[in-house]
C-alpha cells in the first residue's frame, strides 16, 4: 500500500490507509522504534464532531495519530442495525485527513475474524450492566474487537467518547485486568447547540424525531437542576427523570440508572462521584446519553 491511497472519487489522501493487520503492526513498530508517541481513536465511521473532537485530542497529546474504521458486526445483535448502519468511508476519510490523521486502519471483516475464529474477550459482571444488559453479547464484541485493534495498533494512548460511557468502563477494567501497555483518555460528549448528544444513528432520525429524541437531555437536565438544589437520592432522581421521558410519547424507555462510573453498579445516593446513564428507542432508533456527577465531574 503507498503512502496514497485513491478513492473513487480521485481524491488522493496524504494520510496512509492500510487494510492489512500485519501491515498495521509494521507501521506501530517502526513508529514506536523512531520514538513517536502514537495516539490512537478507533471508530466504527459516520464519523462527526464527536470522533473529531477525540482525534484532536489526540492530536495534541501524540507524535502520531492513528484512526480505525471497523464495523464490528460482533457487537450487534440478530435484530440489530448492522445492514444500514451508515457507511461513509470516503467522507470519513476527507475529514480524518483535514485533521492530519497520520494512519488509517480501515481492516475487512475477514482480516479480524479469520475462518474458524473462536476467541473471545469478555469482562465479566459489568458487560451485562446497562447497554449489557439490554444488549446480550454487544460487549463481548466490543471488548473482543477493541482487545484485537490494541494489539494490532499497539498505541501509547487510546481516545474513546464519554457518551459511550459504559463502554469506557469495561474497556478500562479490561486493559488493567489484562496489562495492555496503554493510556485511555476519555473525551466529553459533544453535543448538538440544542444539546442532542452527537452520534452516527442521529442519521436514523426524521425531522420529528429529532425534536422528540432532546427528551433524553431534558432527563439528564432534570436530574442536574434537583442535585444544583440539594436532592441526593437516587431513587428520587431517577423516578424524576423517568417522569420526563415519559411525557415524551415518542420516547420508549430502555433504561435509566444512576450508577458507579468505574463499576456501573446502582449507587444510593449521590455523596460521590456518580453517573446518570440514560437509554431510550425513538421510533425505531435507539439512542444513549449520559451525565457524570460528582467532584471529577
Same mark, same amino acid.
Given at each position: 500500500? $503507498?503512502?496514497?491511497?485513491?478513492?473513487?472519487?480521485?481524491?488522493?489522501?496524504?494520510?496512509?490507509?492500510?487494510?492489512?493487520?500485519?501491515?498495521?503492526?509494521?507501521? &506501530?513498530?517502526?513508529?514506536?522504534?523512531?520514538?513517536?508517541?502514537?495516539?490512537?481513536?478507533?471508530?466504527?465511521?459516520?464519523?462527526?464532531?464527536?470522533?473529531?473532537?477525540?482525534?484532536?485530542?489526540?492530536?495534541?497529546? &501524540?507524535?502520531?495519530?492513528? =484512526?480505525?474504521?471497523?464495523? @464490528?458486526?460482533?457487537?450487534?445483535?440478530?435484530?440489530?442495525?448492522?445492514?444500514?448502519?451508515?457507511?461513509?468511508?470516503?467522507? #470519513?476519510?476527507?475529514?480524518?485527513?483535514?485533521? %492530519?490523521?497520520?494512519?488509517?486502519? =480501515?481492516? %475487512?471483516?475477514?482480516?479480524?475474524?479469520?475462518?474458524?475464529? $473462536?476467541?473471545?474477550?469478555?469482562?465479566?459482571?459489568?458487560?451485562?450492566?446497562? #447497554?449489557?444488559?439490554?444488549?446480550?453479547?454487544?460487549?463481548?464484541?466490543?471488548?473482543?474487537?477493541? &482487545?484485537?485493534?490494541?494489539?494490532?495498533?499497539?498505541?501509547?494512548?487510546?481516545?474513546?467518547?464519554?457518551?459511550?460511557?459504559?463502554?469506557?468502563?469495561?474497556?478500562?477494567?479490561?486493559?488493567?485486568?489484562? @496489562?495492555?501497555?496503554?493510556?485511555?483518555?476519555?473525551?466529553?460528549?459533544?453535543?448538538?447547540?440544542?444539546?442532542?448528544?452527537?452520534?452516527?444513528? @442521529?442519521?436514523?432520525?426524521?425531522?420529528?424525531?429529532?425534536?422528540?429524541?432532546?427528551?433524553? @437531555?431534558?432527563?439528564?437536565?432534570?436530574?442536574?437542576?434537583?442535585?444544583? %438544589?440539594?436532592?441526593?437520592?437516587?431513587?428520587?432522581?431517577?423516578?424524576?427523570? %423517568?417522569?420526563?421521558?415519559?411525557?415524551?410519547?415518542?420516547?420508549?424507555?430502555?433504561?435509566?440508572?444512576?450508577? #458507579?462510573? #468505574? $463499576?456501573?453498579?446502582?449507587?444510593?445516593?449521590? &455523596?460521590?462521584?456518580?453517573?446518570?446513564?440514560?437509554?431510550?428507542?425513538?421510533?425505531? $432508533?435507539?439512542?444513549?446519553?449520559?451525565?457524570?456527577?460528582?467532584?471529577?465531574?
Amino acid at each position: 500500500m $503507498t503512502k496514497y491511497q485513491l478513492l473513487s472519487t480521485n481524491y488522493f489522501f496524504p494520510m496512509k490507509i492500510i487494510e492489512s493487520p500485519e501491515e498495521m503492526q509494521r507501521f &506501530s513498530r517502526g513508529a514506536r522504534r523512531s520514538g513517536k508517541r502514537l495516539g490512537f481513536v478507533p471508530t466504527m465511521g459516520a464519523l462527526h464532531e464527536g470522533h473529531l473532537s477525540l482525534v484532536r485530542m489526540a492530536r495534541r497529546q &501524540s507524535d502520531c495519530v492513528a =484512526a480505525s474504521i471497523f464495523v @464490528n458486526p460482533r457487537q450487534f445483535g440478530p435484530n440489530e442495525d448492522l445492514a444500514k448502519y451508515p457507511r461513509t468511508f470516503e467522507r #470519513d476519510c476527507q475529514l480524518l485527513e483535514a485533521e %492530519k490523521v497520520d494512519v488509517l486502519f =480501515a481492516p %475487512k471483516v475477514e482480516a479480524m475474524y479469520p475462518p474458524a475464529a $473462536t476467541t473471545i474477550v469478555e469482562v465479566q459482571e459489568l458487560s451485562e450492566r446497562l #447497554d449489557g444488559r439490554s444488549r446480550p453479547g454487544h460487549f463481548r464484541g466490543v471488548t473482543t474487537v477493541v &482487545s484485537k485493534l490494541f494489539n494490532i495498533v499497539q498505541p501509547d494512548l487510546a481516545f474513546f467518547g464519554q457518551k459511550d460511557a459504559a463502554q469506557v468502563a469495561i474497556i478500562r477494567r479490561m486493559v488493567r485486568d489484562l @496489562n495492555f501497555d496503554l493510556q485511555i483518555v476519555v473525551g466529553a460528549i459533544v453535543r448538538e447547540s440544542d444539546g442532542l448528544a452527537m452520534s452516527s444513528r @442521529n442519521a436514523y432520525l426524521d425531522p420529528q424525531q429529532r425534536k422528540q429524541a432532546l427528551v433524553l @437531555n431534558r432527563a439528564l437536565m432534570r436530574v442536574h437542576f434537583m442535585v444544583d %438544589k440539594g436532592e441526593r437520592d437516587a431513587q428520587k432522581l431517577i423516578e424524576a427523570a %423517568k417522569q420526563v421521558i415519559a411525557e415524551e410519547r415518542g420516547a420508549k424507555l430502555d433504561y435509566l440508572e444512576i450508577v #458507579d462510573p #468505574d $463499576t456501573l453498579e446502582p449507587v444510593v445516593d449521590l &455523596s460521590k462521584r456518580a453517573l446518570v446513564a440514560v437509554a431510550a428507542w425513538i421510533g425505531t $432508533t435507539r439512542l444513549i446519553d449520559n451525565l457524570l456527577l460528582g467532584a471529577s465531574s
